[in-house]
């Protein structure tokens, strides 16, 4: 039994007398050609100013980098060099490298950011209507959260590779998140 | 005269408690898995599992508060939804409920500043309070306890547990699937066994001793807080065990931690084929202390 019906043999038809391939009007390149050739001269002409802002940004940007680097570098081992000399030390410690977090974390810092701005700007709406006590504690227990935070991202960015750091700095945002929700559920009056 | 009229009212007014209250009382025929919940800002609730297919609500809460408990329908409810708002927060620390339920119901009750006590419910228990305290005895299916500053206690082993405070301490004796965590509270952990097991503090210490279940996996993380651990040396169990800054002590076995490479922070590891089970635990700089029995 055939499954084709008799448009479906019509169609084959049709298309067994299309030909392979069709080349395209030889007489299109050269409208192409004419609407480009406008656009490339602009930029030909506005190119070297943009080269120069460019530039010019870029030995800033390379500036400030440098400037904070080398900042670091003599905090690090310019500060520790005085102590060592006065507490004699047996050896002053290793420069630091500049702060950079590995690249997962810092998007799933954005993502954190993104959930705390808006979990605390619900709070801060319900703010009022919530006990003075229960806010104390809620506020107390955020500022633990924000210093363990703080001190585990800042021992990341001198040790990036370490996995047991970036395990607990998501674990601490975790907590901080759910415990900006939790206070925003809780009951009026509460 | 104005006087003695006025004295005599202060007396009254003194003599008077100083939040009067209104007794309650509710009965609803229900399904043995009704599914309840319960909004009451009183100063302590009770809940109490037992063996019939209803549901009983009675106390006293402050006189002005609104009260709203169901109205009995012809069969029965699946489902109900019960109120109870004092006109203050302090008037209704005053307020006293004790709920019986189905063993098997799912309850699901939010409170403020209360003692919560809920016994022999053997369905879902979700508690939500602000401060005060909860106490769960007895071994609910699911268990979710969540406080700001009260203390959490569970006296059973549930299947699946999860606890939350932000300063309350907790307590618990283990369960099949237990998650505890707190910014500042200290976490216990003894008395029973475990099969799979997170807990973790910001600043709060960590106490463990329960039993592992074969093939167990426990976990457990702080900030800051002291992370005590005691295991059973009969038991072959692998640990992995680290710290950024903190110091690693091993009682339980004769293996010493290792320095970190830069002088600071410690790790220790036992691979002993886990078949008794696997301990993570990490710190970023409290102390962990690893114990035998």
Same mark, same amino acid.
């Given at each position: 039994?055939?499954?084709?019906?008799?448009?479906? /043999?019509?169609?084959?038809?049709?298309?067994?007398?299309?030909?392979?391939?069709?080349?395209?009007?030889?007489?299109?390149?050269?409208?192409?050609?004419?609407?480009?050739?406008?656009?490339?001269?602009?930029?030909?002409?506005?190119?070297?100013?943009?080269?120069?802002?460019?530039?010019?940004?870029?030995?800033?940007?390379?500036?400030?980098?440098?400037?904070?680097?080398?900042?670091?570098?003599?905090?690090?081992?310019?500060?520790?060099?005085?102590?060592?000399?006065? /507490?004699?030390?047996?050896?002053?410690?290793?420069?630091?490298?500049?702060?950079?977090?590995?690249?997962?974390?810092?998007?799933?810092?954005?993502?954190?950011?993104?959930?705390?701005?808006?979990?605390?700007?619900?709070? /801060?709406?319900?703010? /009022?209507?919530?006990?003075?006590?229960?806010?104390?504690?809620?506020?107390?227990?955020?500022?633990?959260?924000?210093?363990?935070?703080?001190?585990?991202?800042?021992?990341?960015?001198?040790?990036?590779?370490?996995?047991?750091?970036?395990?607990?700095?998501?674990?601490?945002?975790?907590?901080?998140?759910?415990?900006?929700?939790?206070?925003?559920?809780?009951?009026?009056?509460? | 005269?104005?006087?003695?009229?006025?004295?005599?009212?202060?007396?009254?007014?003194?003599?008077?408690?100083?939040?009067?209250?209104?007794?309650?009382?509710?009965?609803?025929?229900?399904? *043995?898995?009704?599914?309840?919940?319960?909004?009451?800002?009183?100063?302590?609730?009770?809940?109490?599992?037992?063996?019939?297919?209803?549901?009983?609500?009675?106390?006293?809460?402050?006189?002005?508060?609104?009260?709203?408990?169901?109205?009995?329908?012809?069969?029965?409810?699946?489902?109900?939804?019960?109120?109870?708002? *004092?006109?203050?927060?302090?008037?209704?620390?005053?307020?006293?409920?004790?709920?019986?339920?189905?063993? @098997?119901?799912?309850?699901?009750?939010?409170?403020?500043?209360?003692?919560?006590?809920?016994?022999?419910?053997?369905?879902?228990? !979700?508690?939500?309070?602000? @401060?005060?305290?909860?106490?769960?005895?007895?071994?609910?299916?699911?268990?979710?306890?969540?406080?700001? !500053?009260?203390?959490?206690?569970?006296?059973?082993?549930?299947?699946?547990?999860?606890?939350?405070?932000?300063?309350?301490?907790?307590?618990?004796?283990?369960?099949?699937?237990?998650?505890?965590?707190?910014?500042?509270?200290?976490?216990?952990?003894?008395? @029973?066994?475990?099969?799979?097991?997170?807990?973790?503090?910001?600043?709060?210490?960590?106490?463990?001793?329960?039993?592992?279940?074969?093939?167990?996996?426990?976990?457990?993380?702080?900030?800051?807080?002291?992370?005590?651990?005691?295991?059973?040396?009969?038991?072959?169990?692998?640990? !992995?065990?680290?710290?950024?800054?903190?110091?690693?002590?091993?009682?339980?076995?004769?293996?010493?931690?290792?320095? @970190?490479?830069?002088?600071?922070?410690?790790?220790?590891?036992?691979?002993?084929?886990?078949?008794?089970?696997?301990?993570?635990?990490?710190?970023?700089?409290?102390?962990?202390?690893?114990?035998?029995?």
């Amino acid at each position: 039994m055939s499954e084709h019906t008799s448009s479906d /043999d019509r169609l084959d038809e049709l298309t067994a007398g299309l030909p392979r391939e069709v080349a395209p009007l030889p007489d299109l390149w050269p409208a192409i050609r004419a609407e480009l050739a406008p656009r490339s001269a602009r930029a030909a002409q506005w190119s070297p100013r943009w080269r120069l802002v460019a530039a010019g940004l870029l030995v800033a940007a390379s500036s400030s980098i440098l400037t904070l680097f080398a900042t670091r570098m003599r905090d690090g081992v310019g500060g520790a060099a005085a102590v060592a000399t006065a /507490d004699r030390a047996p050896a002053p410690p290793r420069p630091r490298a500049p702060a950079r977090l590995p690249a997962h974390l810092v998007v799933a810092e954005r993502g954190y950011a993104r959930s705390i701005d808006a979990l605390w700007r619900t709070l /801060d709406e319900r703010r /009022d209507s919530l006990a003075p006590s229960t806010v104390a504690t809620v506020e107390r227990s955020l500022r633990i959260a924000d210093s363990a935070i703080a001190e585990a991202r800042s021992a990341l960015e001198q040790d990036p590779a370490n996995r047991v750091l970036a395990d607990l700095l998501v674990s601490n945002y975790e907590r901080k998140i759910d415990l900006l929700r939790r206070a925003t559920e809780l009951a009026p009056r509460t | 005269m104005a006087r003695a009229v006025a004295v005599a009212a202060t007396v009254t007014a003194l003599a008077a408690p100083l939040h009067a209250q209104r007794k309650v009382h509710a009965a609803h025929a229900t399904t *043995s898995d009704v599914s309840v919940r319960l909004f009451a800002s009183v100063g302590t609730v009770q809940v109490i599992g037992w063996d019939k297919d209803s549901v009983v609500i009675s106390g006293a809460v402050p006189k002005g508060s609104q009260v709203a408990l169901g109205n009995p329908g012809l069969g029965a409810t699946r489902g109900l939804k019960l109120f109870v708002e *004092s006109p203050t927060e302090e008037a209704g620390r005053a307020g006293t409920l004790t709920m019986r339920v189905p063993r @098997g119901a799912r309850v699901w009750l939010k409170t403020g500043s209360a003692d919560v006590a809920v016994s022999e419910v053997t369905g879902g228990v !979700d508690v939500n309070i602000v @401060g005060g305290s909860i106490v769960v005895r007895g071994s609910p299916r699911e268990l979710r306890a969540e406080s700001m !500053d009260g203390a959490v206690t569970v006296d059973g082993t549930p299947s699946w547990m999860r606890l939350k405070t932000a300063t309350g301490d907790i307590t618990l004796r283990g369960g099949e699937d237990v998650g505890a965590a707190t910014i500042s509270g200290t976490i216990e952990a003894r008395g @029973g066994q475990a099969e799979r097991v997170k807990l973790e503090s910001t600043t709060g210490d960590i106490r463990f001793a329960l039993g592992l279940a074969r093939g167990a996996a426990v976990e457990m993380e702080t900030h800051s807080g002291a992370i005590d651990v005691q295991l059973s040396r009969k038991t072959p169990m692998d640990i !992995d065990a680290a710290t950024v800054t903190g110091a690693i002590e091993n009682a339980w076995s004769k293996a010493r931690p290792t320095v @970190g490479s830069e002088g600071r922070g410690m790790t220790f590891t036992s691979q002993t084929g886990g078949i008794g089970g696997r301990v993570v635990l990490r710190s970023f700089k409290g102390k962990i202390t690893l114990r035998g029995t």
